[in-house]
């Protein structure tokens, strides 16, 4: 059987410093969690600050909710290099990425177009904040932390931080899978496991 690869991912982005958007501005990648999974095993994950191209210098308010330094980013990888990796991640085996709500791939797709850079994923993407809006029948999608405390658990390590993000993230989907098998509903049972036919057959034998 070939494997199947999960590829939890959080991205972190460069913010404005309020509503009033500076010409031209749009959100760019500035740090980057991962973890893979295996066959329910994490074989693999990566961390690293990401420098922006386009807006390099971080407002205040960003640098402020999210926790980075400037120095962070700019001493991180470039854009390309993360496409480069993500891409590679791919080439490993069959893979799906998951991600908490859709700004993660809405914004690698932009940083791409932007970058004249060919989007490194061709397989399939799961919203996971969706399927668990969809299974618990919430109005609205959930924040990721409220999510894993609905279980009763804590997130790993702090919020906003990309690696502990995309850990959570696993984290919760494999609690929803779980619940997701006390709604399957068992197959019936066939009639040759009903009746012991050689039982019946020494009966007959038998007479």
């Known amino acids: 059987m070939d494997e199947q690869q999960l590829l939890f991912l959080d991205f972190e982005f460069t913010m404005p410093q309020n ?4 010409k031209g ?5 500035i740090e980057v969690g991962i973890v893979s999974v295996v066959d329910h095993v994490v074989v693999d994950t990566y961390s690293s600050y990401v420098k922006p191209a386009t807006f390099s210098v971080l407002t205040e308010r960003c640098k402020t ?11 991180g990888i470039l854009f390309e290099m993360l496409v480069e990796r993500l891409a590679n991640y791919e080439k490993r085996c069959a893979t799906t990425v998951v991600t908490w709500g859709n700004m993660d791939m809405k914004v690698l797709k932009k940083n791409c177009e932007v970058a004249n850079i060919h989007y490194p994923f061709a397989g399939q993407c799961r919203d996971l904040s969706l399927e668990y809006k969809r299974f618990f029948g919430e109005r609205n999608q959930t924040g990721l932390w409220k999510a894993i405390e ?11 931080c990309a690696l502990d993000d995309a850990m959570t993230t696993y984290n919760i989907f494999k609690l ?19 009746v012991d036919f050689s039982k019946v057959l020494k009966r007959v034998s038998a007479q």
């Open 65 to 75: 909710f999210l926790g980075i330094q400037q120095e962070a980013v700019d001493n």
């Open 150 to 160: 609905a279980y009763g658990k804590v997130g790993t390590g702090k919020h906003h």
């Open 176 to 194: 929803v899978e779980k619940d997701k098998q006390y709604l399957v509903k068992p197959a019936p049972p066939t009639l040759g496991e009903l």
């Open 25 to 29: 501005f749009f959100p760019e990648i």
């Open 19 to 22: 509503r009033k958007k500076p």
